[in-house]
Antibody, heavy 123, light 110 residues
Framework: EVQLVESGGDLVQPGGSLRLSCAASGFIFNTYAMTWVRQAPGKGLEWVSVISGSGDKTYYADSVGGRFTISRDTSKNTLYLQMNSLRAEDTAVYYC????????????????WGQGTLVTVSS | QSALTQPASVSGSPGQSITISCTGTSSDIGRYTYVSWYQHHPGRAPKLIIYDVSYRPSGISDRFSGSKSGKTASLTISGLQAEDEADYYCSSFTTSSTLVFGGGTKLTVL
């Protein structure tokens, strides 16, 4: 059974940094692209970033590009999101999600999701 | 990249059918078949219900179906059930190699 467990969410001041983690199990981690999606309070889903299974391809939403960095550690079966220069508008529940299919890039379909971790950016 | 356009809310009675539209641009829905739909009950993880415009993942009821015409994708739920009440999001791959979601549609089962 696929399991994704996010952690690292916290209250942080504007301009601060935070690193989110997503521990994965139940599948061959380095064969699937992994994605971060967020949901601000009372708002809809927003795609944040994706990393290919091998880690050689990464893409970001315009809203976080240059501030966030996605990475993965195959030896730990863990996905990360390093968030710098945080803004109030980054406040959201952050979900990690697994691609539906094995691919060299990513498929843009997410069949397994974690329960999310809350990031609050406020002074 | 602007969000895809969905109606804020739709409603229907048990047993009826409803359709949710999702309108994009020539840079996303109009360009690709990489369109998917997610069901999201608040407080729970989103669930993939349609991918590649009209395919259902294993375990998803055939009451859910998807289609696309031009820049607009649609999700139809037939035989509405109380447990279908949730938020529904469309998404599409884009020419920037990114993903864009719709704003979400709240489905109320009357």
């Amino acid at each position: 059974e696929v399991q994704l467990v996010e952690s690292g969410g916290d209250l942080v001041q504007p301009g601060g940094s935070l690193r989110l983690s997503c521990a994965a199990s139940g599948f061959i981690f380095n064969t699937y692209a992994m994605t971060w999606v967020r949901q601000a309070p009372g708002k809809g889903l927003e795609w944040v970033s994706v990393i290919s299974g091998s880690g050689d391809k990464t893409y970001y939403a315009d809203s976080v590009g240059g501030r966030f960095t996605i990475s993965r550690d195959t030896s730990k079966n863990t996905l990360y999101l390093q968030m710098n220069s945080l803004r109030a508008e980054d406040t959201a529940v952050y979900y990690c999600a697994k691609d539906l299919f094995v691919s060299s890039g990513w498929t843009a379909y997410f069949d397994s999701w974690g329960q999310g971790t809350l990031v609050t950016v406020s002074s | 990249q602007s969000a895809l356009t969905q109606p804020a809310s739709v409603s229907g009675s048990p047993g009826q059918s409803i359709t949710i539209s999702c309108t994009g641009t020539s840079s996303d829905i109009g360009r690709y078949t990489y369109v998917s739909w997610y069901q999201h009950h608040p407080g729970r993880a989103p669930k993939l219900i349609i991918y590649d415009v009209s395919y259902r993942p294993s375990g998803i009821s055939d009451r859910f179906s998807g289609s696309k015409s031009g820049k607009t994708a649609s999700l139809t739920i037939s035989g509405l059930q109380a447990e279908d009440e949730a938020d529904y999001y469309c998404s599409s791959f884009t020419t920037s190699s990114t993903l864009v979601f719709g704003g979400g549609t709240k489905l109320t089962v009357l």
